[in-house]
């Protein structure tokens, strides 16, 4: 079993830096116009050829309220009209990607994200399903990956009941903090009996797994009221938690303009409430995966972790690793072999390209070979928290030393201050670095510089 994480508060201060979550490498920052929707066919006919496992993300991008600690791509609107439009692209995007694959190539791992998924009525959720079903490899046995983000308030038990009928077996509820103060302060105003109604209906229904998203340094919070908030949850049992830190970035992020910054919580009192959350979670029996992700012993993703098997992509940790994820909808990023694309952003612009049958592919990147390398290192590291550099050898005929030997001295001051040790073989992420890996996967960023690290969150 892995270590569990060791509080510092000293390397904490000196090596929490702004940088990428590693969702991918290199990182959405890179992507450029010149990749289009002919690179991705030709990135599906390769995934056809080999018949590789299928995971599907489909963004609804709806939502009814906005909240305004949110970053995501979405619509805010009280239309819900506005949605069948938008389904009938989508279902004109299932069929012109559908069209270049194999029947044979099983979706193993399916997930609905947002904007509000639940945005969507019960027909419209009918309609879009039997839609994927008909155009791709859907497993009806109940063994696949499949997956909805819940917000409370736009669902209810028969909205519960009709995602299990459909095939759902995953869930993700987004509750974020159970202050009214905070809520009030980010627009987001939940009952704890709201999010309560929801989990017990997932387990009633025999979902297979809930996870619940939180997020600390929101206005207002206090680390006793965030305690509050961590013990709340606990108590109901979720197999994940993601606890995410939030980044005030306003310049990128225009919701996050109506956040009055002064009632934002410290440096100080941000790193009490990760330090509080760590201490609850693990006394309740909770693993730390990495990069704000908790999961009992017996989640799926905890055994792959013990097993060196866990990945990690544009949908976070996964055990779908293996399989060629195909974005659809509004703003949705594919990987297919060595090919990221993304589909315009812009509502508008996505209908208007499917409209007139073109893909709405607008820019992506085509990974080389020194990509394809740090994609491992930095993939071991942030998984499992050790690098076996002789396997890295063997896969890519480099010796490890003498290819990062630019990094070495950056890796030496690390190990020297106690994040990292390092041996003939291995890199191993300490206890006290696990909190940290992000900064020590950075050390492999040849694309991260002083300009764009801004763009991105502080690790904590």
Known sequence: MLDTIRWDSDLIRRYDLAGPRYTSYPTAVQFNTRVGAFDLLHALRDSRKALR???????????????????????????????????????????????????????EQLHLGGGTPTFLSHDELRQLMAQLRKQFNLLDDDSGDYGIEIDPREADWSTMGLLRELGFNRISVGVQDLDPQVQRAVNRLQSLDETRAIIEAARTLQFRSL??????????????????????????????????????????????????????????????????????????GYRYIGMDHFALPDDELAIAQEESTLQRNFQGYTTHGHCDLIGLGVSAISQVGDLYSQNSNDLNDYQTLLASDQLATKRGLHCSADDRLRRAVIQQLICHFSLNMAGIEYAFNIDFRGYFHELWPQLETMASDGLIEIDAREIRVLPAGRLLVRSVCMVFDVYLNPHNRQLFSRVI
Request: a neutral charge; one cysteine or more.
């Open 53 to 107: 496992p299928l995971s599907l993300y489909v963004h609804v991008p709806f939502c009814a309220n906005i909240c305004y600690y949110c970053g995501c791509n979405k619509v805010i609107t009280k239309d819900r009209g506005r949605s069948q439009p938008y389904l009938q692209r989508l279902e004109q995007e299932f069929q012109m990607i559908a069209c270049h694959l194999d029947p044979r190539q099983i979706v």
């Open 211 to 284: 996870n619940i998203d939180l997020i600390y340094g929101l206005p207002k919070q206090t680390p006793t009221s965030f305690a509050h908030t961590v013990d709340e949850m606990i108590a109901l049992q979720p197999d994940r938690l993601s606890v995410f830190n939030y980044a005030h970035l306003p310049e990128r992020f225009m919701p996050q303009r109506r956040i009055n910054s002064a009632e934002l919580p410290g440096p100080g009192q941000k790193l009490e409430m990760l330090q509080r959350t760590i201490e609850q979670l693990t006394a309740a």
